[in-house]
């Protein structure tokens, strides 16, 4: 037999291509101008093709693993919530080229902040899952992870209330702001999931 595959370094790898996706977001974010759209919603897509490749490996060791670190189960789950939030973040990127916005609002920025808070509180959690059974600060971690997402919710309702209350004549900015308040919340939506699921292992296992 070969090396023992390493299930918490393989986490630990997708969530840089996580952390990964929410620098390039923000800095897509903050040089927008000139910026082009579609090289950079490219080289997204390939931090989130390098993460599948990840993934169909861990899959495949899996397969052939006796006892793994975590149930089965748990590890497949735990992964497609992983590839969900990196996903989520390249919608984000794929609605600001698809709708060529070039000026983000308040709300938008506020947003992109409430996300990278919620990516380092993630990764907080995944640091901590060598040690989900014992250790503590895994349970401040995944908390975090829920209080910032819950920021998220608030800003969420808030943001499309006023985008429809200010009964803009132009179409085509509405469509454009209510898809990126989608995609935000998604991606938050995605990442909570994450934690809430590592809280779900964290309980069958105590």
Known sequence: MGERYDYYRYFETVMSCCIGQRNMLA?????IEGLDLKAHAEAMHEIEHGAD??????TGRLLREFIPAIERDDLLTMANLMELAIDGMEEIMKAIRIHDIRHFDETAR??????SRCVDALAC??????????GERINECIEAVKTVEREGDVLYLEALTALYAERSPDIYDVLARNALIEAFEMALNACEKVAHYVEV???KNI
């Open 125 to 134: 959690v995944i640091t901590q899952l060598r040690e989900f059974k014992t």
């Open 201 to 203: 292992v964290r309980i």
């Open 27 to 31: 800095y897509a974010m903050n040089h």
């Open 110 to 115: 506020q947003f992109m902040d409430i996300l």
């Open 53 to 58: 490749e990840l993934k169909r490996e861990m």
